[in-house]
T-cell receptor, first 115, second 111 residues
């Protein structure tokens, strides 16, 4: 199994450009998440989804949008990129079955620089 | 805003010593608590999960939970240089949907 796959791994954007970070998982997880991690900091939750068609805001949603049309895919859209969005973005997923630990399975991360 | 607080470190211990990492959380209804290890440039990986008050041991790692004090800790016995990493405390919030993280504690184990 591939687990959680993120693309691209690296990207440089100019201020004001837009882009989509792709995330797909093959573990049939209902729950999916997007986090950002600034240098030397922990992970901040941007958006999350508990199933296809259902999304909600996390701690730092401003400047981002998400959609969840399938169980497998959870893309993160950046509109009008700003230098403050320079960060490493992690997609994660987890099971939602009763008794599951809630462990998050992470992708390898996408390093985004906005200049 | 729910929060998870950790000692920022860095924490430096000699090889073979016990490393003690601490975490407090603000959401009193939280039921699940996690410790993730993150090597530089890599994604986090789960090392411990705890949901009951008391201690949980797994090899050289012991997680301790005190819900009354809203406190979680991680002890690493016989620390090895390979344990040098950032340790992230994570809390699954009331409702069971969102998991939030602390800022992490950077651990250095000196050979």
């Amino acid at each position: 199994n591939a687990g959680v796959t993120q693309t691209p791994k690296f990207r440089i954007l100019k201020i004001g450009q837009s882009m989509t970070l792709q995330c797909t998982q093959d573990m049939n997880h209902n729950y999916m998440y997007w986090y950002r991690q600034d240098p030397g900091m922990g992970l901040k939750l941007i958006y999350y989804s508990v199933g296809a068609g259902i999304t909600d805001k996390g701690e730092v949603p401003n400047g981002y949008n998400v959609s969840r049309s399938t169980t497998e895919d959870f893309p993160l859209r950046l509109e009008l990129a700003a230098p403050s969005q320079t960060s490493v973005y992690f997609c994660a997923s987890s099971y939602s079955r009763p008794g599951d630990t809630g462990e998050l399975f992470f992708g390898e991360g996408s390093r985004l620089t906005v200049l | 805003q729910k929060e998870v607080e950790q000692n920022s470190g860095p924490l430096s211990v000699p090889e073979g010593a016990i490393a003690s990492l601490n975490c407090t959380y603000s959401d009193r209804g939280s039921q699940s608590f996690f410790w993730y290890r993150q090597y530089s440039g890599k994604s986090p990986e789960l090392i411990m999960f705890i949901y009951s008050n008391g201690d949980k041991e797994d090899g050289r790692f012991t997680a301790q939970l005190n819900k009354a004090s809203q406190y979680v800790s991680l002890l690493i016995r016989d620390s090895q240089p390979s344990d040098s990493a950032t340790y992230l405390c994570a809390v699954k919030l009331t409702g069971g949907f969102k998991t939030i993280f602390g800022a992490g504690t950077r651990l250095f184990v000196k050979a």
